[in-house]
């Protein structure tokens, strides 16, 4: 499995943009970069994927650099409720069976 | 539309024992994949269940086998407990065995003692 390297942690105030960057130098052409969050005592929670271009949701964007061997998950206005283990995963997608590798992921503290 | 669900909430075991943990899927979702969370980790893939059928497993010894039933819910099974099974346990649906999103049920938190 690729694997996918991010910092232990992360803080920012609320109501800033959050920035949490993730490296995938071994990156395949067909993985995907998948972003899960995992709020204390509940399941891990979909954010955002993307493969080659930049991605925007209702909850973040996704900006990947042009080689993909890096890319950023973007919080536009920090809350509380944001505060949360953010994972980044490369994903085979497509025929192969569901697996995420989930690496230790990024505790992000955010500050009233 | 109901998300996914597991039961029981938590559970406490002694070595050796046998466990059951159930989870449904969310609703129109056909496939099921059993994670486990050690303390302080991320989830590590047991296995998946895509149309009944066990579709990809991660590295765990076949103590750890589990069942989709016909409305996709599905169970784990755990014969022969260890110390180090006590984890919490995540169940997540998805549409496709190949989907790109998956839905995390809130997990059984077991304790082996």
């Known amino acids: 499995d690729a694997k996918t390297t991010q910092p232990n942690s992360m803080e920012s105030n609320e109501e800033e943009p959050v920035h949490l960057p993730c490296n995938h130098s071994t990156i395949s052409g067909t993985d995907y970069i998948h972003w899960y969050r995992q709020l204390p005592s509940q399941g891990p929670e979909y954010v955002i994927h993307g493969l080659t271009s930049n991605v925007n949701n209702r909850m973040a964007s996704l900006a990947i650099a042009e080689d993909r061997k890096s890319s950023t998950l973007i919080l536009h206005r920090a809350t509380l409720r944001d505060a949360a283990v953010y994972y980044c995963?490369?994903?085979?997608?497509?025929?192969?069976?569901?697996?995420?590798?989930f690496g230790q992921g990024t505790i992000l503290t955010v500050h009233p | 539309e109901t998300g996914v669900t597991q039961s029981p909430t938590h559970l406490i075991k002694t070595r050796g024992q046998q466990v059951t943990l159930r989870c449904s899927s969310q609703?129109?979702?056909?496939?099921v994949s059993w994670y486990q969370q050690a303390l302080g980790q991320g989830p590590q893939f047991i296995f998946q269940y895509y149309r009944e059928e066990e579709n990809g497993r991660g590295n765990f010894p076949p103590r750890f086998s589990g069942l989709q039933f016909p409305n996709y819910s599905s169970e784990l099974n755990v014969n022969a407990l260890e110390l180090d099974d006590s984890a919490l346990y995540l169940c997540?649906?998805?549409?496709?065995?190949?989907?790109?999103?998956?839905?995390f049920g809130p997990g059984t938190r077991l304790t082996v003692l």
């Open positions: 997540a649906s998805s549409l496709l065995a190949g989907g790109n999103e998956q839905f």
């Open positions: 609703s129109g979702h056909n496939t």
């Open positions: 995963i490369l994903y085979a997608g497509g025929t192969s069976y569901g697996k995420l590798t």
